[in-house]
Antibody, heavy 121, light 109 residues
């Protein structure tokens, strides 16, 4: 069964850093566009970052310059390095894979269960 | 700025009722790249519909999507107890950015 599993969330002080990991099963992260989407407690969904299988990464304006998405195909992992964290970055962070491989649809089709990031002093 | 507005915010219905959820875009959605997700408490979103009307794998046929341009609808023909959840629409393929609507909660009346 295709799965993604996030880890790395936790409590961090404002201005701090955290790296989220996304482990993929039964598919290759090198063959799909991969996404990070976050959800603030009790609120809606916000796209954070994405990485096509063959092009540059993309970021929401709210995280540009602070977050970095990367891929390790040898470990079949996706990462989100988060620096200069702010209180408003507090959220559940979901990793998701495109519904279709290759150039894909740019559509998150399968999602992990998420990892909670809390930015607070 | 591209915005998706979902209505109503909350829909109070009984099992067996028909649910009609609306998603309106601030601009036309190219190629009908509009998706619907279901989210239950403590769970990740689950893809229901993409391309405005195509059901994702394993989604029951009581879920249907329709619409084009800037107006889209998710219909649940007969609500089952497991269908009470929050539903989000999402535009994709327009640019690198993905946009989500604010959600409609379908609750038991």
């Amino acid at each position: 069964e295709v799965q993604v599993l996030e880890s790395g969330g936790g409590l961090v002080q404002p201005g701090g850093s955290l790296r989220l990991s996304c482990a993929a099963s039964e598919f290759s992260v090198g063959s799909y566009a991969m996404f990070w989407v976050r959800q603030t407690p009790g609120k809606g969904l916000e796209w954070v970052s994405a990485l096509r299988h063959s092009t540059d990464p993309h970021y929401a304006d709210s995280v540009k310059g602070r977050f970095t998405i990367s891929r390790d195909t040898s470990r079949n992992m996706i990462y989100l390095q988060m620096n200069s964290l702010r209180a408003e970055d507090t959220a559940v962070y979901y990793c998701a894979k495109d519904l279709v491989s290759g150039d894909g649809l740019w559509l998150p089709g399968s999602w992990g269960q998420g990892t909670l990031v809390i930015v607070s002093s | 700025e591209f915005v998706l507005t979902q209505s109503p915010g909350t829909l109070s219905l009984s099992p067996g009722d028909r649910a009609t959820l609306s998603c309106r875009a601030s601009q036309s959605v190219g190629s009908n790249y509009l998706a619907w997700y279901q989210q239950k408490p403590g769970q990740a979103p689950r893809l229901l519909i993409y391309g405005a009307s195509s059901r994702a794998t394993g989604i029951p046929d009581r879920f249907s999507g329709s619409g084009s341009g800037a107006d889209f609808t998710l219909t649940i023909s007969r609500l089952e107890t497991e269908d009470f959840a929050v539903y989000y629409c999402q535009q994709y393929g327009r640019s690198p950015a993905l946009t989500f609507g604010g959600g409609t909660k379908v609750e038991i009346k």
